[in-house]
């Protein structure tokens, strides 16, 4: 099965599965036709508002934080990276000014963590790169990726097999403003993409 197909399958199964729960208009995929094989697989918590309104990944504040990373590692995001979620769709609740992130519930990262599992058999990632705490905890119903990414420090990784292939799952800082605008989150970032992961990933 393509990505692309795979994609396709995915939105399906969150709108018969999950339409009570989520919009799932909300859906957003990764842009896979120019990515070299075995890419660089960043997965976040899920997409937020502005990734929704724009219908791309990592597109807001966090995104440009993010792409500056990329670039500083010497990197190419169009083809070296394939950014997903552990939830493809953003999880909301409405108020009165609109609609709110919101954590998503037990239910939404089983079927999340099924999706992913098959995303993870299709890409074969060299890298398997965890942004953030959320992520992390998102992860935890894919048991062999989960044990793994546990116990990991930021800035660290770990070499493993998983489905049948080698690859490296590391874990860093989330690129939020909120953690970017502190200086020494910010220099332990800068580190990670410049000294560490681009010997992570073998082009």
């Known amino acids: 099965m393509k990505l ?11 709108q018969k599965r999950l339409s009570e729960l989520v919009d799932p208009s909300d859906v957003r995929d990764p ?13 976040g918590e899920a997409p937020g508002g502005t990734e929704v309104e724009v219908g791309q990944p990592f597109c807001g504040p966090a995104g440009k ?3 500056y990373l990329i670039d500083y590692a010497g990197l190419d995001r169009a083809k ?7 939830l493809p769709f953003r999880t909301f609740q409405n108020t009165s000014k609109g609609r709110k992130n919101r954590t ?9 963590s099924i999706l992913l599992e098959e995303e993870l058999i299709l890409v074969k990632p060299s890298v398997i ?3 953030g705490g959320s992520a992390k905890t998102a992860v935890k119903y894919i048991p062999d990726l989960y044990n793994t990414v546990k116990n990991l420090e930021r800035n660290s990784f770990k070499e493993i097999e998983i489905y049948g292939f080698k690859t490296t799952v590391a874990f860093a800082y989330h690129p939020s403003p909120l953690v970017y605008n502190t200086e020494s989150k910010a220099n332990n970032l800068k580190f990670f993409f410049k000294n560490i992961l681009p ?3 073998k082009k």
């Open 104 to 112: 998503p519930t037990k239910e939404e990262l089983q079927i999340g």
């Open 80 to 86: 070296d990276i394939l950014i997903t979620n552990a």
């Open 65 to 67: 934080n993010l792409s």
């Open 4 to 14: 692309t197909e795979f994609y396709d399958k995915r939105w399906k199964t969150i």
């Open 31 to 43: 842009f896979v036709d120019i990515k070299r094989e075995n890419p660089i697989m960043i997965i």
């Open 199 to 201: 010997k992570l990933f």
């Open 129 to 131: 790169l965890i942004l």
